[in-house]
């Protein structure tokens, strides 16, 4: 959930199909980017009960495999995590997270680093 300031500069790029939490919860991202820097304290809204923290993380240290494992979880099977901020990335978010970078982000970046533009 993001709030309005960040609305404001967003542009939707792609809707990727609905994932269905475990709590039953029907979550659809979107692919996007902000013309404008993004502030963590002012444009994003959460909730206090779900999120402990709001960080981020450089998309070079996300692709990172050393920063990625996959862990079994009871009920829920292998799920990745990534490591490396001030707290652990896991749970919807993770797995939302590392969809789009396999399928989206780490085609492009791994061309971008063969033609030289890293």
Known sequence: EFGDGFRAGFEPVAH???????TGTVVTP????????LSLQDDVAFCDAEVAEIFSLPVAHLLDRRNR???????????????GGPAEVWGLTAFI????????????????ERDGWS
Request: charged share 35%; with cysteine; proline share 7%.
């Open 16 to 22: 990727c199909r609905d994932v269905l939490a475990v």
């Open 30 to 37: 979107i692919i996007g980017g902000r013309r404008t820097p």
């Open 69 to 83: 494992e996959v862990r079994e979880y009871t009920n829920r099977g292998s799920l990745p995590v990534f490591r």
């Open 97 to 112: 997270l590392d969809g789009v970078l396999e399928k989206l982000v780490r085609p492009c970046w791994d061309k971008a």
